[in-house]
């Protein structure tokens, strides 16, 4: 072959693989987030007192439909997570084919978030809500998707008084 061949026969290539790539559905971005906090008076509320718990174990349980003509598929898994420092955790979802997040029946789509343990000794009982359902932030244009989840509590054993009142 002649150098003009090689050139034509790789702009052929590049043609077709920038089409390729062109064609392909965006890639969607799914985040699970949350936040656990220590809920000192056992009130249900924030408050002077109340602080966010670093090390608290959640399990996230997700079922996502996926987007295929001929079947209809179901991704499902759990995963545990660590609050981080600012009692936050967080899962990201890597890119599964099908799964469009940020498509209108992505309705079907869903996450929750249990209490496991809390790794502090002065606020380790569940509170009362132990699991908790999303709220969705959903940007069509970007396909990104962030399952952020209501904030689960623990509280202490015993409620101090002193700062607590009655």
């Known amino acids: 072959m002649d150098r003009t061949t ?18 392909r559905p965006i890639v969607p971005h799914i985040s ?3 936040m ?3 809920d ?13 718990l670093s090390g608290a174990e959640v399990r996230i349980d997700c079922k996502f439909n996926a987007v295929s003509p001929r ?10 997570r660590t609050t981080n420092q600012y009692g936050v955790y967080r899962l ?24 496991i343990r809390s790794d502090s000794p002065t606020c380790n009982r569940p509170g009362l809500i132990t699991t908790s ?12 998707c962030i399952y952020s989840m209501f904030a689960l509590s623990f509280r202490p054993s015993k409620i101090d008084l002193s700062i607590c009142g009655k």
Do not use: W
């Open 6 to 23: 090689n050139v034509v026969i790789l702009v052929s290539a590049l043609v077709m693989f920038l089409q390729l790539v062109a064609s």
């Open 32 to 34: 699970v987030m949350g």
């Open 36 to 38: 656990v906090y220590c």
């Open 40 to 52: 000192a008076c056992s009130n249900n509320s924030f408050n002077a007192h109340t602080y966010f």
């Open 71 to 80: 079947t209809a598929e179901q991704i499902s898994f759990s995963v545990n």
């Open 92 to 115: 990201d979802i890597p890119s599964v084919d099908g799964i469009y997040c940020a498509k209108e029946a992505a309705v079907v789509n869903s996450c929750r978030a249990t209490l």
């Open 133 to 144: 359902n999303e709220f969705s932030i959903k940007s069509k244009q970007a396909n990104i």
